[in-house]
């Protein structure tokens, strides 16, 4: 695998240094290890570029630095306001100096709250010529949660700006109570007899009604669910979508929808002979192809689509398309641009942006087929809330909790959408980490931290909103992002990046408040280059960290069970690690030193690798969890290590427990080598037990002695 070249390192000088600050672009970090790092010019200047400012000359910095000085005090109000439930917070109002000032705040419900002026000197600072001075009003601790409006007047002059009330904490023990575990499953890879070559959403209801009511499971834990492309070939990343926003109708049970039953008998034995021919593939082993079953899957949708809706279906989904608003427009348009021209970089150029009159006038002119897109979402929104119903209905405390990934394709639908708040030129990635040493690109572009809150984090709260409708927990993947983003400038190396700065406050509460509303539960995946207050920052909101038992030591010492944290969601392994039955044999060491992305010898990581496990196994005896006669050289003792695991796991304060449903068949393929796109069949691998074949949904129902002994850990 080819890798990029480093620029010539050289310091950061003092201004660009400053102006770097001003924008949150680090300058220094330290990495996992402890080291500290220092950046390159080259780096922060492309990342300042990326923000949109001129870095090109020292004229050219004073100016921006200038800029950025001015940016408040030219506005009346700030673009948005964020803040939690429970204490005062000072508002700033910028006026001609001396002029008198006026502020009150407009509730969701329609009422209004004056706002208390205070007293708090700030020094006017000269703008352009004028003097403006700063007014400062009280706004009182006890509003209500919800989007609110402040408004503010002086002489005659008005202005407005959104107001977010958060609340002071979550509250996860009152929806999870003191323990819950559940089953994290990739829906694709876990089919059952009747897919169509892949897991559905009526599949993951199955499951869900399954662990819930027969064996006790308080949630169920799931890959993003978000859209890819509907134009072949499909992406298989989950964590690589076109939108975050909106769900991938590749998920749908065509039988379930209800238009299916009026189809006429000539099509609808079409439609069967597409599935029977997709549904012996659920028998196989072999890689999954989202592009077949994606093809026959649009074939029976668009035979579905010409079925017409009854009256009371037709008005839910018109109220569907209201309550969306211009983002779900926005969405099936990009989709229908794709269907007509193909991928994007074959668009014509009058396409490039979502408000040209081009697009509009595109938008009339293939009405039919942005109204189908818009459909397909509205199915699916059907059956998410459907499968989140049969969980809760199966005695699921949680039920579905579904996960967001950190960024989105750099060519798809929210890259086009939204493209005013996402920066280009750089993508977002991670550092080099003791997993992947090079450092990963993975090639999405961030929100551009100034551009968001100048849209008053609307594009996010629609976002959140969205996934959240249909969902008893969300899992934040990496969850960092809402802190800080590692950015890697355009055709640079992943290791050559640098963080960037986001007001996390306002990330963090717009997220509790919109988890609040939705009654949800919220985990962030805090792991890797995560400093200790970010941690205690979550936890301080209610949000949920991750623990992963293979990272849960401390200078090379394995942490005890009993002493990890509380506030968790805890398990043995996660998706960017083989299954732990695959874990225990090397597969992470052979992946990666067959693609090249070791920076130490093979043998040597096989080294550390079996140490690692010995080290485990004495501690699991040392707690009774594993038999001290036990032979780790033999399959039979590696099956007891992965129980005692898991018992370790269980034994932890962890608030949520989770088992990957692999683990539970023996599975030993990973789903995804981080760092890799082509070089590994990264998401297209179906669950199968330890010998390669092929486990569908009706079999695992059936039981298995390592299933009920997992599960047996947890109950």
């Known amino acids: 695998m080819s890798v990029p070249s480093a620029p010539e390192w050289r310091p950061v000088p003092e201004d660009l240094s400053q102006l770097a600050e001003a924008y949150g672009v680090a300058t220094e970090y330290w990495d996992q290890a402890g080291q500290l790092v220092k950046v390159g010019e080259a780096t922060v ?3 300042l570029a990326a923000l949109g400012l001129d870095v090109s000359s020292p004229e050219a910095i004073a100016r921006a630095r200038e800029e950025k000085r001015l940016r408040d005090w030219r506005r009346t109000l700030p673009p948005v306001f964020v803040m939690r439930q429970g204490a005062d917070q000072r508002l700033w109002v910028h ?26 000197w700030v020094d006017p600072v000269d703008v352009d010529g004028v003097l403006v001075g700063e007014a400062s009003f009280r706004i009182p601790g006890d509003l209500p949660l919800g989007w609110h409006t402040i408004h503010a007047t002086s ?11 958060a609340p002071t904490r979550l509250d996860p023990e009152a929806i999870a109570g003191n323990r819950q575990w559940g089953f994290m499953t990739q829906v694709y890879a876990m089919r059952s007899r009747a897919s169509w070559g892949m897991g559905d959403l009526h599949d993951l209801a199955d499951l869900a009604t399954w662990s819930g009511g027969d064996l006790g499971a308080g949630f169920v834990l799931i890959n993003p ?19 975050r926003r909106f769900a991938n109708p590749l998920y749908l049970r065509i039988e379930d929808i209800p238009e299916f039953e009026g189809l006429a008998a000539p099509v609808r034995a079409r439609i069967e002979e597409l599935a029977a021919q997709l549904r012996r593939l659920d028998l196989t082993a072999d890689l999954l192809d989202r592009d077949a079953v994606w093809g026959a899957k649009r074939t029976a949708l668009e035979a579905i689509r010409r079925v017409p809706l009854s009256a009371e279906r037709q008005a839910l989904f018109d109220a569907y398309v209201v309550a969306q608003g211009s983002g779900l427009e926005d969405f099936a348009t990009w989709c229908a641009i794709g269907d007509e021209h193909g991928a994007p970089e074959d668009w014509p150029a009058e396409l490039a942006h979502p408000r040209a009159p081009e697009v509009t006038q595109f938008r009339a002119d293939h009405r039919e087929v942005v109204d189908f897109h818009m459909w397909l979402q509205w199915l699916i929104d059907e059956q998410l809330t459907r499968t989140q119903a049969q969980a809760t209905a199966a005695g699921m405390a949680i039920g579905v909790m579904h996960d967001l990934a950190v960024g989105v394709h750099p060519e798809g639908a929210d890259a086009w959408a939204l493209q005013d708040v996402l920066a280009r030129g750089v993508s977002v990635g991670a550092p080099p980490d003791m997993y992947n040493q090079m450092g990963q690109d993975w090639s999405q572009p961030p929100w551009r931290p100034d551009a968001l809150a100048e849209a008053a984090f609307v594009p996010y709260r629609d976002m959140l909103r969205t996934v959240l409708a249909h969902a008893g927990g969300l899992r934040i993947d990496h969850v960092l992002g809402l802190f800080r983003l590692w950015w890697v400038p355009q055709g640079f190396p992943a290791y050559a990046g640098t963080f960037v700065r986001f007001d996390f406050d306002a990330m963090l509460s717009v ?12 985990v962030g995946e ?32 394995i942490r005890d069970p009993y002493t990890w944290r509380r506030d968790v969601l805890a398990s043995v392994t996660v998706h960017d690690l083989p299954p732990t039955a695959g874990y225990l044999r090397d597969e992470h060491v052979r992946i990666r030193a067959e693609l090249d992305l070791l920076t130490t010898p093979e043998a040597e990581e096989r080294e550390n690798a079996a140490r690692e496990r010995a080290a485990w196994a004495a501690v699991l005896t040392a707690h009774g969890w594993l038999a001290e006669d036990v032979d780790l050289s033999t399959d039979e003792g590696l099956e007891a290590l992965t129980v005692a695991l898991h018992r370790a796991v269980a034994a932890s304060p962890a608030r949520l427990v989770g088992i990957a449903l692999p683990d539970v068949v023996g599975d030993r393929r990973a789903q995804n080598q981080p760092g890799t796109d082509q070089e590994y069949p990264n998401w297209r691998v179906p669950m199968t037990d330890g010998h390669g074949n092929a486990v569908t949904l009706e079999q695992l129902r059936s039981g298995s002695d390592l299933l009920e002994r997992l599960v047996a850990t947890v109950r």
């Open 526 to 557: 805090d792991l890797g280059t995560v400093e200790p207050w970010v941690q205690e920052a979550l936890v301080d909101r209610g949000i949920l960290g991750t623990s992963i038992l293979w990272f849960e030591t401390e200078s090379g010492v």
């Open 45 to 47: 200047g492309a990342v």
């Open 511 to 522: 997220l509790m408040l919109e988890a609040h509303r939705a009654g949800a539960i919220i």
């Open 225 to 243: 669910l978000h859209a890819a492309s509907p134009v072949p070939p499909m992406a298989p990343s989950p964590y690589l979508p076109v939108t």
């Open 95 to 120: 006026v001609p100096d001396g002029r008198p000032a006026a502020a009150w705040v407009e509730l969701e419900d329609g009422d209004r709250r004056d706002l208390e002026q205070m007293d708090y």
């Open 155 to 165: 002489d005659d002059i008005p202005a407005h700006a959104p107001l977010v009330i």
